[in-house]
């Protein structure tokens, strides 16, 4: 059997790893409707799920999540199900998910723990989880690292007591990096590092733990690696084997043995390799891939933060205005005043630079995206009857383009003004409701070229399904297309006559708008911002709580506020970056 092909699956609050038969390998989940952020489905590729989301005998359990159990003596771990009440709550932020071309992909976010009746933090945790591409056998891993922090008091990290403690319980110890298997997974077989095999494990501190068993057939496992220097090392690993029920689970559980006390203002970090694989590892397997993990891996810090976000420090997105239908095409003057489209309102509208919303046009020819020019006219792609136009400052219409070869064009959608005045826009087709065709004029779907002087329109790009955003550098060498209609963009050099040539594939992103930064950083739209840097890694993702996002553009007058045209809002955010040219 050929070995899949994978693409990346982003949606507003998820991101998964699929195959080309559309099959997840893995997802997180981080909805902040959600009481833990998780990984479900997790599988071998072309697998079944090997995780079980809120199984009926323990609703709490998500998969593959970690989870403390009671900090200051509130439970973090369960929620009465009944009533949906928890006494402790954990909240994320600062998702950021970065992938790459080759199928990795790294995770960062923020996470407090407050009680329900307090918000307050009584703890602070940065997580990172990075996660390997598949190799050819289908074996992956994703490393947690998780450094916890007290704030201003100390905090008292605790489980449910073990026997031969006042009040234990044979099901007490829990608290830590879980993994509840699927319904059908059977034939089960853990295995500790040191040799320990089935319960006779459970409790015992080793380097790793192996858990494997069948699923559809085939042997399969996953196995946790611990870190010596994680609290209490080597780790407890907690078991469970009940396949009546059924119920098979392993846990990384620092607190077997003991609680711990963490003093106000001191952190402390723990370190995971969960690594998925087809058949079943042995003691001896664990011992050299535990070796292998602690090696590669720093003993006295945290693996490197990513690049350094192209979000200023401490900004928020704020909503600017939220009085429109369907907002696009965001682009700046010289001045830094930002101009956008309320399409199905057929105005274009415009944000200064000190705060204040106006109408610049209305009627508008039904404008979607727009650039200015040197000139400091403003282009717009007006497809009320398939036109480009350029708008003057004070309002004047020039018609630019109607037609190519006699017939109208599909519908102008997004154009870029290179430094010696020529231009690129696309052409795709999306059926409007003030028009009185319903099929496209043009033969395709395109991407044209309009000489310096206006009077030469080329195509210059007639191999895509649905071009939508485009951009390009400011020194007007490259130009990206995004081809939304099949989820990829493309790099082009642009040539001295205006032709493009070395058509590269940046990234498996589509997108509706675009824009660039002074960086070389390329930020495409559609669920909330997605940031690629120059060599097609994502590096960013800046939620917006809007269904669609449509465009972005860098304004203000330094450059360094991101305005984001979302659905019906009109958001910004600030920036450590700047934007270049009007866009």
């Not at 918000?119 to 990172?128: D, G």
């Not at 295995?191 to 015992?204: I, L, P, Q, S, Y």
């Not at 370190?271 to 664990?286: K, M, N, Q, S």
Request: hydrophobic share 35%.
């Amino acid at each position: 059997m050929c070995a899949p092909a994978f693409a990346w699956r982003q949606e507003k609050a998820s991101a998964a790893l699929v195959t080309d038969a559309g099959q997840v390998v893995w997802q997180f989940n981080y909805a902040d409707t959600l009481r833990k952020p998780y990984f479900h489905p997790v599988a071998l590729p072309n697998g079944a799920p090997l995780t079980w989301f809120a199984p009926p005998d323990h609703v709490w359990h998500y998969g593959l999540w970690f989870a403390w159990k009671f900090l200051n003596g509130k439970n973090y771990w369960e929620y009465d199900p009944k009533t949906g009440r928890e006494d402790g709550v954990t909240k994320w932020s600062n998702v950021r998910v970065a992938t790459s071309a080759d199928h990795s992909a790294r995770i960062e976010m923020d996470l407090v723990y407050h009680p329900s009746d307090d918000p307050s933090p009584v703890l602070r945790e940065k997580r990172i989880v990075e996660i390997s591409p598949p190799a050819a056998d289908g074996t992956y891993h994703l490393d947690w690292v998780m450094t916890f922090t007290a704030p201003d008091k100390p905090v008292l990290f605790e489980r449910t007591p073990i026997p031969g403690e006042p009040n234990g319980v044979a099901w007490g110890g829990y608290a830590g990096l879980t993994w509840r298997f699927a319904k059908d997974f059977k034939d089960w077989q853990a295995v500790n590092a040191d040799g320990t095999r089935g319960m006779d494990g459970h409790g015992k501190g080793a380097l790793g733990c192996d858990f494997s068993g069948t699923l559809d057939g085939k042997e399969v496992g996953v196995a946790m690696l611990d870190h010596p220097q994680n609290l209490h090392a080597p780790t407890p690993w907690y078991l469970v084997m009940q396949p009546t029920v059924p119920f098979s689970c392993v846990l990384s559980a620092p607190l077997f043995r003991k609680g711990f006390t963490l003093d106000a203002g001191k952190s402390f970090t723990l370190r995971y390799r969960v690594a998925i694989h087809p058949g079943r590892w042995g003691a001896d397997r664990l011992k050299t891939e535990s070796r292998r993990y602690a090696s590669a891996t720093s003993a006295s810090a945290p693996p490197a933060a990513a690049a350094t976000s192209v979000v200023a420090p401490g900004a928020k997105l704020e909503q600017l205005s939220a009085e429109f239908k369907f907002t696009e095409g965001p682009t700046a003057d010289a001045a830094g005043n930002v101009f956008f489209t309320d399409q199905p309102y057929d105005r274009i509208m415009k944000w200064s630079v000190d705060g204040k919303l106006s109408t610049f046009m209305q009627p508008a020819g039904r404008a979607n995206g727009m650039y200015f020019d040197a000139k400091g006219n403003l282009l717009a792609c007006a497809d009320e009857k398939n036109e480009l136009w350029s708008i003057t400052p004070d309002g004047k219409v020039t018609v630019l383009l109607k037609d190519y070869q006699g017939k109208l064009l599909n519908g102008p959608n997004d154009v870029w003004v290179r430094p010696d005045g020529g231009l690129y826009f696309t052409d795709p087709f999306y059926k409007r409701a003030w028009w009185t065709h319903d099929k496209p004029p043009q033969d395709g779907q395109h991407v044209y070229y309009l000489s310096p002087d206006r009077q030469a329109l080329r195509r210059v790009a007639d191999d895509l399904r649905q071009p939508n955003g485009i951009i390009g550098t400011p020194d007007g060498r490259t130009l990206y297309v995004a081809d939304i209609g099949a989820r990829k963009t493309y790099r082009y050099a642009i040539q001295p006559d205006g032709a493009l040539a070395d058509k590269t594939l940046f990234c498996e992103f589509g997108s509706d708008g675009m824009t660039l930064d002074n960086e070389g950083n390329v930020y495409l739209t559609g669920r909330g911002v997605i940031v690629f840097d120059k060599s097609g890694k994502q590096i960013e993702h800046i939620d917006v709580p809007e269904s669609w996002t449509a465009n972005v553009s860098f304004g203000g007058t330094d450059r360094q506020t991101l305005f984001i045209t979302a659905s019906k809002g009109l958001y910004a955010i600030r920036t450590r970056v700047k934007g270049v040219g009007s866009k």
